[in-house]
Nanobody, 115 residues
Framework: QVQLVESGGGLVQAGGSLSLSCAAT????????MAWYRRAPGKQRELVAS???????NYADSVKGRFTISRDNAKNTVYLQMNSLKPEDTAVYYC?????????WGQGTQVTVSS
């Protein structure tokens, strides 16, 4: 099982920026895709952005052009740079990591964007 430790998040005004990071430890197998999901109050969890081991990325339409996902394979760490934040970005953000055999989640970190 992969342990995922998230950091970053917090409270920011609309238009501001925040950065999230997630470090993976304990993996016996190579981590393939890493991703950030979020769950807003009263809504289902949704994919925000994902990145493969060779750095191919995918973004939700709602964050394209504002968020950037990146990863450091040597550190097994994934980052999410969030710019031009909007109140509708308010959610708990979860890190996800997949190996060939496992699919693990972080504990979540709160991002709150005030208007």
């Amino acid at each position: 099982q992969v342990q995922l430790v998230e950091s970053g998040g917090g409270l920011v005004q609309a238009g501001g920026s925040l950065s999230l990071s997630c470090a993976a430890t304990g993996n016996r197998f190579s981590i393939n895709a890493m991703a950030w999901y979020r769950r807003a109050p009263g809504k289902q969890r949704e994919l925000v952005a994902s990145i493969t081991k060779d750095s191919s990325t995918n973004y939700a339409d709602s964050v394209k052009g504002r968020f950037t996902i990146s990863r450091d394979n040597a550190k097994n760490t994934v980052y999410l740079q969030m710019n031009s934040l909007k109140p509708e970005d308010t959610a708990v953000y979860y890190c996800n990591a997949r190996t060939l055999f496992t699919n693990d989640w972080g504990q979540g970190t709160q991002v709150t964007v005030s208007s």
